[in-house]
């Protein structure tokens, strides 16, 4: 039976658009992602949809509130946990929110990033596959799966109907 780990990740943008918030994991010595720079973002909580797990994220991860948050597809992860568990994504653009936010929290330091260098940061080598996606101005979803082997660059499939 299929039952992935629903999760947020988000790409908070400046206001002038040229700019995302990122954390680059750096706090936690057994973290998956440490080293690596993300989107902010996290677990569904039960009883929770993922809007709301989208909102409770940035102000736990950022101290921010979400304004206008557009969805900008999915992505399946199977395998990809710690654990071998199997994740799916909503893939969120954060385009208007209030509040300063932090500059670090319990994952790393917060930092804005022009996304015309995002290419050069350290990040999932996936990443890079999806991320044109979120911040380009079509307005249809995409719909991904991307599989991370032993070796190798990960397997990514998609759609944009």
Sequence with gaps: MYQPVLAVLAF???ADGRQTLLVHRNRREHDLHLHKVNGLGGKVEAGEDVYACLCRELQEEAGIVCELAILRGTISWPGFGSAGEDWFGFIFRVDQFSGEPVAVNEEGELVWHELSELDSLPM????R????MVFDENPSLFY???????EGPPVWTWTRP
């Design 12 to 14: 908070v943008m400046s």
């Design 124 to 127: 999932w080598e996936g990443d």
């Design 129 to 132: 596959h999806f991320l044109p």
């Design 144 to 150: 991904g799966h991307m599989v991370y082997g032993d």
